[in-house]
């Protein structure tokens, strides 16, 4: 699959634009569209999510906003030093980025939240795109298996030799390093599968990496 620039009217996977379809019916004010990367262009450190939750970065159209795993996601990239403010509100709010982008590995709001094989793979060339466009000694953060799994792809490597793992670091060849980090969603920080000291300490090491 050729690498491919995100593309905001992208209607590829007739069940995820019909699924948006339905949504902005019901949620007119919503934005319901491919949500685009979010931060510094040329950042060294690229955070890959899964896909837009509903009534976050589905209704907002910026990733993690508006839903519970940006409250964490933004508290700690806030208190690493790669954000200018904790909290993530809206669009206009003046939040920047330092060093950092936030992308997903579907751009569209899937049913579930449970992305289809073949839509994750449709999406890859977009991710495909970002991967390639990082500068040397970059850190890609994986949140979550899924996303993990799509880096390991669009980067062209064997799933097999790359397994994930919460705290594990993979070498993707051109100084560029895979951060696995379990995902901060709702069931994983209330179980405590995920503990925002946990989360914080996978960014602190993307900071070491970095350096």
């Known amino acids: 699959m050729k690498a491919a620039e995100f593309d905001p009217a992208c209607q590829a996977c007739p069940r995820l634009s019909g699924f948006l379809r339905e949504v902005k019916g019901q949620h007119p004010d919503y934005h319901c569209r491919p949500v685009a990367p979010f931060g510094d262009s040329a950042a ?49 709010d003046g939040l920047q980025l330092v060093n950092c982008r936030i992308t997903n590995a579907v751009k569209c709001l899937p049913p579930q939240n449970k992305p289809l094989g073949s839509e994750i793979r449709e999406c ?69 599968r995920l503990t925002p000291l946990m989360f914080r300490q996978v960014f602190e090491r993307a900071k070491q990496l970095l350096r």
């Open 44 to 92: 060294r450190l690229l955070v890959v999510g899964l896909a837009p939750g509903m009534h976050g970065a589905n209704a907002t159209g910026r990733p993690f906003t508006g839903d519970h795993a940006g409250i964490l996601l933004y508290e700690t990239l806030f208190a690493c030093g790669f954000s200018t403010a904790p909290v993530s509100v809206q669009v206009d």
């Open 124 to 192: 890859n060339a977009f991710l495909q795109q970002e991967l390639q466009s990082l500068p040397p000694a970059s850190v890609v953060l994986a949140l979550g298996g899924i996303a993990h799994r799509a880096v390991v792809t669009a980067t062209g490597k064997r799933q097999v030799d790359f397994p994930f793992a919460h705290g594990a670091e993979h070498d993707l060849a051109e100084g560029k390093i895979l951060l696995d980090s379990y995902h901060c969603s709702r069931y994983n920080t209330q179980t405590r």
